[in-house]
């Protein structure tokens, strides 16, 4: 390994802030730094506002469009079959017998309409909300240029920049659409050090994202567990 | 156009499941329902024998089942192929100038643009598709980044180089360009 130390440092544990108890051993591992900053208001945007993208919701789409294809064209052959003096198929037969004999508080056609109220819930809300969410929309810098950052890389950005901060060991970012959680194990320098070096690393990181709304920010650092 | 189809189209899908599953199930459970409701209570069927045989014997019925059927078949066939068809452009128009114009290969276009594109600092790959009119082409790009780029910085390469380029090279007036970015996956290590 060879992680960059603080000369001066290495030998003893470094002061942490919190109720650190002096003498323990695990007492310096709970300690903790934290920050959070509210995202920032959107900027001037001068290729026009950039709304979220709409997905075409092509898969849904295609299923619905199958699903009627097929009960349209069986029964519509059905039909014709039965006008041209053939005998019926047996599910139609049965399928008018049920729906003629089952009364309306009878268990199976209640949990059918259940299920069919549900799915057109699912349609409606698929009909009616973006979808794509893990499309960030950026800045619209050019006229004619929409552009979306994928949220998982943008959270790798904010990674890549964080870990290059002098004592930070490892970083896990989770990222949200209103706001990046980046959690940092550092196994040396202050804490509160640490914590103000990402602040202003992960600020001007945010900003080369480029996002129509930059995230806001929440920072946490911690001594990593001991390794038994 | 396919995309307010496809929301059009679901929603009233979603509209009327809900309608009829809503209706079915506020009878099925005993809740009060007006005079005008379909069903009367939960002694009532789906649909009665009575019901469905109604127009049996009259002239019209079966010719306009089997018709509303038919349509009902021809459009979800429509829409269903409609999906399919992913509208690439096969061929961009060329405005020479001269009154004559020249018909250059979309994919020439879409091939220039990807790799320059590509090669822009931070890409590690890029990949364009054209659709729209032939006169009045799009760009649909998909940009993998590589890590440590900035994806800011790399959109502004490709707005002021790449597609700029293109649109010039084309003569067309504008080149409306949707961009997506994703980061190849890649583990955590310093630059020192």
Do not use: C
Request: charged share 25%.
């Amino acid at each position: 390994m060879t992680e960059p130390q603080d000369p001066e440092n290495s030998t003893r544990r470094l002061p942490t802030v919190g109720p650190a108890t002096s003498g323990g051993v695990l007492a310096t591992d709970r300690s903790a730094s934290g920050s959070t900053y509210e995202a920032a208001p959107a900027p001037e945007q001068p290729g026009g506002r950039a709304g979220r993208f709409w997905s075409g919701r092509r898969i849904p789409a295609a299923l619905v469009a199958l699903v009627v294809l097929g009960a349209a064209g069986i029964l519509l052959y059905d039909i014709a079959a039965v006008r041209a003096d053939h005998p019926a198929m047996q599910w139609r037969r049965s399928v008018a017998d049920d729906l003629a004999s089952r009364h309306l508080d009878d268990v199976w056609v209640l949990a059918g309409s259940a299920l069919a109220a549900a799915l057109g819930l699912w349609l409606l809300l698929l009909a009616l909300t973006p979808g794509l969410r893990a499309l960030l929309p950026m800045r619209r810098r050019h006229t004619g240029v929409r552009a979306g950052l994928d949220r998982t890389a943008a959270g790798l950005v904010l990674r890549d920049r964080a870990v290059e901060v002098a004592g930070v060991q490892s970083v896990r970012v989770k990222m949200s659409r209103r706001r990046a959680t980046v959690r940092a194990l550092s196994h040396f320098r202050e804490l509160d050090e640490v914590r103000a070096d990402l602040d202003s690393v992960l600020s001007t990181a945010v900003g080369e994202l480029d996002l129509a709304r930059p995230p806001g920010l929440s920072v946490h650092v911690r001594r990593p567990a001991k390794k038994g | 156009m396919i995309k307010t189809a496809n929301r059009v189209l679901l929603g009233l899908a979603g509209l009327v499941l809900v309608a009829v599953g809503g209706a079915v199930l506020a009878t099925g459970l005993g809740l009060d329902v007006p005079s005008w409701w379909p069903w009367d209570g939960t002694d009532d069927v789906l649909l009665s024998k009575a019901d469905r045989t109604r127009w049996r014997d009259e002239g019209w019925w079966w010719p306009t089942v089997i018709a509303v059927l038919a349509v009902l078949v021809v459009l979800a066939l429509w829409w269903f192929l409609a999906q399919l068809r992913r509208g690439r452009l096969a061929e961009v128009l060329v405005d020479s100038g001269d009154g004559e114009g020249a018909l250059l290969r979309g994919r020439a276009l879409e091939d220039a643009l990807g790799d320059e594109a590509g090669a822009l600092d931070g890409v590690s790959g890029a990949k364009v598709a054209l659709t729209g009119r032939r006169t009045a082409p799009r760009a649909r790009v998909r940009m993998l980044m590589e890590p440590h780029a900035s994806p800011g910085l790399a959109l502004r390469g490709l707005s002021e180089g790449a597609l700029t380029h293109a649109r010039t090279s084309a003569g067309l007036d504008e080149l409306p360009a949707e961009v997506r970015m994703k980061a190849v996956k890649h583990r955590a290590e310093r630059v020192n």
